[in-house]
């Protein structure tokens, strides 16, 4: 069974590096034709798909986060990584990672549980 379980710090704060680590197991993140994606929810707003990055490595951002996101991937460990440089109070969110069925399609058929990261000083 595919499971995905999203990782990393709680509280950044501003202006700091917002680091987050996706591991998954029940599959490989290398299988086509699949997409390994970020999603975040704010409070009172809709679920914003932030990137992802491909089974074949290549990556997709959100252009509203203006070059801020770095998505990267471990292999060897089956894991994937979001990076949002220069936090900002707005970045605080549920942080989402989940597996797109094809990329681009934006189907989420697996999601990790979500993890809760607030920007505050």
């Known amino acids: 069974q595919v499971q995905l379980q999203e990782s990393g710090p709680g509280l950044v704060k501003p202006s700091q590096m917002l680091s987050l680590t996706c591991t998954v197991s029940?599959?490989?993140?290398?299988?086509?034709?699949?997409?390994w994606t970020w999603l975040r929810q704010a409070p009172g707003k809709a679920l914003e798909r932030l990137g992802a990055?491909?089974?074949?490595?290549?990556?997709f951002y959100d252009p509203t986060l203006q070059s801020r996101a770095s998505i990267s991937r471990d292999t060897s460990k089956n894991q994937f990584s979001l990076q949002l440089t220069s936090a900002i109070p707005e970045d605080t969110a549920v942080y989402y990672c989940?597996?797109?069925?094809?990329?681009?399609?934006?189907?989420?058929?697996?999601w990790g549980q979500g993890t809760q990261v607030t920007v505050s000083s």
């Open positions: 029940g599959t490989n993140i290398t299988t086509i034709y699949y997409a």
């Open positions: 990055i491909n089974y074949d490595g290549t990556t």
């Open positions: 989940a597996r797109d069925m094809q990329i681009g399609l934006q189907q989420y058929d697996y």
